[in-house]
C-alpha cells in the first residue's frame, strides 16, 4: 500500500472496504444456514484466511496515516509557536520604541543606552532562539509529503 493520500485513494480504498465487509457478510450468512454444504468448508477457510490478511494490512496503512498525521500536527504546532514568538517579540520592540521615542522626546540631550542594549539583548536571545529550530522545521516539511 502506498502513503500518499488523495481523495481517488481514499475512494478506492472505502470501496475495496465495502467489497471486504459485504464478502464477509456473505460468508457469514452461508455459514449459519442450516442446508451448509461441508465441502465447502476448505475453500471458505481460505476466504477468510485471505480477508484476514487484507483486514491486518489495511489496519497496518491507517497506523502509518496516524502517524503521519502526528507528524504533520507536530510540525505546524512548532511552526505555529515560532511565528507566535516572532510576533509577540515585533509587538514588543514596537511598544519598547515607542517608549524610547517619548523619552528621547522629553530628554533629547540623553541617549538611553541601557534601555537600547537590553532591547538588542532580547532580541539577540529570541532571534537566535527560535532560528535555531526553523532548519530543522524546514527540512523535516521538505522530506515529508503533505496530505
Avoid at 464477509?24 to 485471505?50: C, H, I, Y
Avoid at 520604541?97 to 532591547?119: F, H, M, V, W
Wanted: aromatic share 8%; proline share 3%.
Amino acid at each position: 500500500m502506498s502513503v500518499g493520500v488523495n481523495y481517488a485513494a481514499l475512494d478506492s480504498e472505502r470501496q475495496r472496504q465495502e467489497d471486504l465487509l459485504r464478502e464477509l457478510r456473505e460468508l457469514e450468512k452461508e455459514m449459519t444456514s442450516p442446508p451448509f454444504d461441508k465441502t465447502q468448508l476448505p475453500q471458505l477457510a481460505s476466504n477468510v484466511g485471505t480477508l484476514t490478511g487484507n483486514v491486518g494490512s489495511c489496519w497496518d496503512y491507517v497506523d502509518q496515516l496516524a502517524s503521519l498525521a502526528q507528524i504533520h500536527l507536530k510540525s505546524a504546532a512548532e511552526y505555529h509557536q515560532f511565528f507566535h514568538e516572532a510576533n509577540e517579540l515585533e509587538s514588543k520592540m514596537e511598544r519598547q520604541l515607542a517608549i524610547a521615542k517619548d523619552r528621547q522626546e522629553l530628554n533629547p540631550g540623553r541617549l538611553i543606552y541601557k534601555e537600547t542594549s537590553r532591547l538588542a539583548n532580547e532580541i539577540r536571545v529570541r532571534y537566535v532562539g527560535s532560528w535555531s529550530c526553523f532548519p530543522s522545521l524546514n527540512n523535516r516539511f521538505a522530506h515529508k509529503s503533505c496530505f
